[in-house]
């Protein structure tokens, strides 16, 4: 496995800031949960795989490396996720981070809470496999097809779902069969939760 670059950050500015876990499978709606916990909470949402671009994208010599492993497949070390995703939080501190789809798997969040600090709540987005594959598959991406579903979702199950039972009843469950208002009205109860100063 090639090598990247680690950086230094000082994480200090995030202490005591709120971190918000959203998990579910994919079609399940994650980013568009994260878009509305951002606009009437003012948490910043932030997407793993945006950030990895980006870095990529930028011509940095981490980005040099991140492309060499990102474009054979290779997974990226979850120490690197951890460091591009705390200078993220670092470089613009807001009241609180939304992370989408975050962790993909049972190792990445304990390398995110040995590395960053630990979620105030893990939100669960959850759908029957007919109802996302349906939904992908109108969404018409160039990866929506039913071979890469089938193995977006094993994937999930096998990887990301641990993770829930892991966490238990920090683990908030919200049906996403509905539409997107409806399941807001539940992720909003959850993130008023986090102000109530019982739940301190």
Avoid at 31 to 53: A, N, P, V
Avoid at 94 to 105: H, S, T
């Amino acid at each position: 496995m090639a090598n990247v670059e680690r950086k230094t950050v000082d994480k200090s500015p995030l202490k005591g800031i709120p971190i918000v876990w959203i998990i579910g499978g994919p079609g399940s709606g994650k980013g568009t949960q994260c878009e509305l916990i951002h606009i009437k909470f003012g948490f910043r949402h932030l997407s793993t795989g945006d950030l990895l671009r980006h870095e990529v994208l930028s011509g940095s010599t981490r980005g040099t490396q991140l492309y060499k492993l990102m474009s054979t497949g290779e997974c990226v070390p979850y120490e690197i996720v951890d460091d591009i995703l705390a200078e993220a939080m670092v470089a613009k501190v807001a009241k609180g981070f939304v992370l989408d789809g975050f962790p993909l798997d049972l190792e990445q969040a304990q390398a995110f809470e040995k590395d960053i600090g630990s979620p105030k709540a893990i939100i669960f987005i959850e759908a029957n496999d007919t109802v996302l594959e349906e939904r992908l598959l109108a969404r018409g991406n160039f990866d929506d097809n039913k071979t890469s579903i089938e193995k977006r979702l094993h994937n999930f199950y096998t990887k990301t779902v641990p993770v829930v039972e892991h966490y238990g009843d920090l683990v908030k469950r919200i049906n996403a069969e509905r539409p997107k208002e409806e399941v807001f009205a539940d992720v909003q109860k959850v993130m008023e939760s986090l102000s109530d100063p019982v739940s301190q």
